[in-house]
C-alpha cells in the first residue's frame, strides 16, 4: 500500500459545480496535510493545509480531514477552467528519528470543461 | 505564502560538465530545504534533504556524489548537478519548510529546467 494514494485522474467536472479531490494515507503518525495545485510545466503551489478534524474553508477550497478513517479531500467551488491542474495531497509525519518527513501522492488530474 | 527562488530557471549544457543550481527563502529563514527532481507526466521524486550546517540526507537510490547539495546559511541551498548527463535532464525543484505553530509548511520554487546535450 502506497503511503499516500490519490486516484489519477483525469477528474472532468463542468464550470460552475464542485469538484472533489481525495487523498488517503496510511501512516496513523501522520500530524498535518497539505494541498497542492501544480500546473504543467511549473512547480507546485501551496493551496491550504489542515492538521484537525473537520472542515477547513479558504475562499472556494475547502479541505476535510477525517483522520478515524485516514482521508483528507479537497473541494474546489465554483470550478474554472483555471482551476485545470494537478492537485498534489502531502502528508507530514513526525518520525521517531526526530526529524520531519513529508509524503506527496503522485496527484490527481482536475479538467475543468467549459 | 512565503516566497522561494531558484537560478537559473532553464539550463543547457554539453555532457561532462557541471550544473549549480540555487534556492534562496526570500522572506523567511529555511533550516530544511528538500530537493526534487520531476521529469515529464511524473510524480515529485524526493532526491535529498538539505539542513543548514550539515550534510544532506540522500534518497535511496541518489548519488551523493553526483549531486551535491550545500545549505551554508538559513537562506540558501545549492544542488551541483557534477558531470551531467543527458538522462539528467529533468525538472529540479527545491522547496523550503518554514514552521507555523505547529505546522510545517513547506514552499516550492519555480523550478530549474536542466536539459544536457
Known amino acids: 500500500q502506497k503511503e499516500v494514494e490519490q486516484n489519477s485522474g483525469p477528474l472532468s467536472v463542468p464550470e460552475g459545480a464542485i469538484a472533489s479531490l481525495n487523498c488517503t494515507y496510511s501512516d496513523r503518525g501522520s500530524q498535518s496535510f497539505f494541498w497542492y495545485r501544480q500546473y504543467s510545466g511549473k512547480s507546485p503551489e501551496l493551496i491550504m493545509f489542515?492538521?484537525?478534524?473537520g472542515d477547513k474553508e479558504d475562499g472556494r477550497f475547502t479541505a476535510q480531514l477525517n483522520k478515524a478513517s485516514q482521508y483528507v479531500s479537497l473541494l474546489i467551488r465554483d470550478s474554472q477552467p483555471s482551476d485545470s491542474a494537478t492537485y498534489l495531497c502531502?502528508?507530514?509525519?513526525?518520525?521517531?528519528?526526530?526529524?520531519?518527513?513529508?509524503?506527496f501522492g503522485t496527484g490527481t488530474r482536475l479538467k475543468v470543461l467549459a | 505564502g512565503a516566497v522561494v527562488s531558484q537560478h537559473p530557471s532553464w539550463v543547457i549544457c554539453k555532457s561532462g560538465t557541471s550544473v549549480k543550481i540555487e534556492c534562496r527563502s526570500l522572506d523567511f529563514q529555511a533550516t530544511t530545504m528538500f530537493w526534487y527532481r520531476q521529469f515529464p507526466k511524473q510524480s515529485l521524486m524526493l532526491m535529498a534533504t538539505?539542513?543548514?550546517?550539515?550534510?544532506?540526507?540522500?534518497e535511496q537510490g541518489v548519488e551523493k556524489d553526483k549531486f551535491l547539495i550545500n545549505h551554508a546559511s538559513l537562506t540558501l541551498s545549492t544542488l551541483t548537478v557534477t558531470s551531467a548527463h543527458p538522462e539528467d535532464s529533468s525538472f529540479y525543484i527545491c522547496?523550503?519548510?518554514?514552521?507555523?505553530?505547529?505546522?510545517?509548511?513547506?514552499?516550492f520554487g519555480p523550478g530549474t529546467r536542466l536539459t544536457v546535450l
Open positions: 489542515i492538521y484537525s478534524n
Open positions: 522547496s523550503a519548510r518554514r514552521t507555523s505553530g505547529r505546522v510545517n509548511e513547506q514552499f
Open positions: 502531502a502528508v507530514n509525519l513526525f518520525k521517531a528519528s526526530g526529524t520531519y518527513k513529508y509524503i
Open positions: 538539505s539542513n543548514e550546517g550539515s550534510k544532506a540526507t540522500y
